[in-house]
């Protein structure tokens, strides 16, 4: 089995900064994908980032040049840093990983961020 804990969400001003991270442990031998999606009250749940095992990386068009997603396969943590952060950013973030042979998608429990004007 593996498990997800999420940290670093909060409560920030428009235009702040906050960084989230998400570290794996368990049963872990094959990481293929690591990411963070995010949900909002009454929507669907979105992705926000994504980094493969080789460092590419992909990003919805609403957080391109603002968020940055990082990734320390030592430590199997992935992190997402989030600048000039603005209200609708405002959700709970889920941390993701795309696990062995099969990519099986596991999910930890989310963190809120919350962004006031």
């Known amino acids: 089995q593996v498990q997800l804990v999420e940290s670093g969400g909060g409560l920030v001003q428009a235009g702040g900064s906050l960084r989230l991270s998400c570290a794996a442990s368990?049963?872990?031998?094959?990481?293929?994908?690591m990411g963070w999606y995010r949900q909002a009250p009454g929507k669907q749940r979105d992705l926000v980032a994504t980094?493969?095992?080789?460092?590419?990386?992909n990003y919805a068009d609403s957080v391109k040049g603002r968020f940055t997603i990082s990734r320390d396969n030592a430590k199997n943590t992935v992190y997402l840093q989030m600048n000039n952060l603005k209200p609708e950013d405002t959700a709970v973030y889920f941390c993701?990983?795309?696990?062995?042979?099969?990519?099986?998608?596991?999910w930890g429990r989310g963190t809120q961020v919350t962004v006031s004007s």
């Open positions: 368990g049963s872990i031998y094959s990481i293929n994908a």
């Open positions: 980094i493969i095992s080789g460092g590419s990386t």
């Open positions: 993701n990983i795309k696990h062995g042979v099969l990519s099986i998608d596991y």
